[in-house]
């Protein structure tokens, strides 16, 4: 027996199974590097998920674990530093990531091995800020969105926060309580962001609208109707979708178009299984 109880003739046989299937070679992967979920709706599960939809390989590289419900988090540990960018850098060792999307961190130590582990990654990279869980809970330390700020922004394509988050990062670095959604979103270009995607789904209104920001740009506004329909997990399917389709070759502007159609079919099969129900 291996460590951890396989055998070596059960290792051989699932490699041969992998190599024997040139589908799945041939398929685009993503590299995501995110925190479990123990109900299933948000975090490495909500991405495994979307990927298999997209038809794009998963990689992953766990930074926490989190004992939750719908409605609580009890317990989150976070991943050693060291084990985490050994994680990444061998889902990058061989250069088949496309794409990476980055969820969940946890604290200072495992952004900061993150960014050290992606340092010579030249790939898109989507940073969805999770900072809090809906259900409730601090997500990332406040030394987590420092060092956020300083090691990961810099090197990331899009970043993807909700109005909450964007709320949150916004004032740590100075921007104005009252300030419109514009400024805080520049103020993340400003502060090294490729581009800025902020979601809708918290706001108001009969429109659920995104919004994606480029510099240079005027701001593209992606609009639909808002479904009554909850459903957990959202941002995370949103992120990993805009990158799977950057992997599969789209542009910024169609990988957030695709992702939004994607997060809508979802929220409409939700409502048609409550009214069913």
């Known amino acids: 027996m291996t460590e951890g109880g396989a055998s070596p003739r059960a290792t051989q046989e699932t490699q041969r199974a992998t190599d024997a299937d040139p589908a799945r070679r041939l398929r685009p992967a993503i590299l995501v590097i995110a925190g479990t979920d123990s ?8 991405d495994i998920r979307t990927a298999a939809c997209h038809d794009v390989n998963a990689r992953l590289a766990v930074t926490a674990v989190t004992a939750q419900t719908d409605g609580r988090v009890r317990r989150i540990d976070v991943m050693p530093p060291a084990l985490v960018a050994d994680q990444v850098a061998l889902a990058l060792e061989d250069g088949h990531v496309s794409a990476v999307k980055i969820g969940m ?13 992606l340092s010579g990654y030249s790939g898109p990279i989507v940073l969805d800020p999770v900072i809090a869980a809906s259900s409730g809970g601090l997500l990332l330390s406040e030394g987590g969105i420092a060092t956020l700020f300083a ?6 394509r899009l970043v993807t926060p909700n109005l909450p988050e964007l709320d949150i990062l916004a004032a740590r670095l100075g921007v104005p309580a009252g300030a419109d959604t514009d ?18 789904g918290h706001g108001d209104g009969q429109d659920a609208v995104d919004i994606l920001y480029r510099r240079d740009r005027p701001p593209l506004r992606l609009a639909s109707p808002r479904i009554a329909a909850t459903l957990r997990g959202t941002g995370c399917t949103l992120a990993t979708a805009t990158a799977c389709r950057l992997a599969l070759g789209d542009t910024a502007e169609d990988a957030c178009r695709g992702a939004k159609a994607f997060v809508r079919r979802l929220l409409r099969e939700r409502a048609d299984l409550t009214k069913s129900g």
């Open 39 to 46: 109900s299933g709706g948000a975090g490495l599960a909500a």
């Open 105 to 117: 961190l946890g604290n200072a130590a495992v952004v900061g091995a993150v960014a050290d582990a």
């Open 151 to 156: 090691r990961l922004l810099p090197i990331t």
């Open 183 to 200: 400024a805080k979103a520049r103020a993340l270009i400003e502060a090294g962001a490729g581009a800025v995607l902020v979601k809708g």
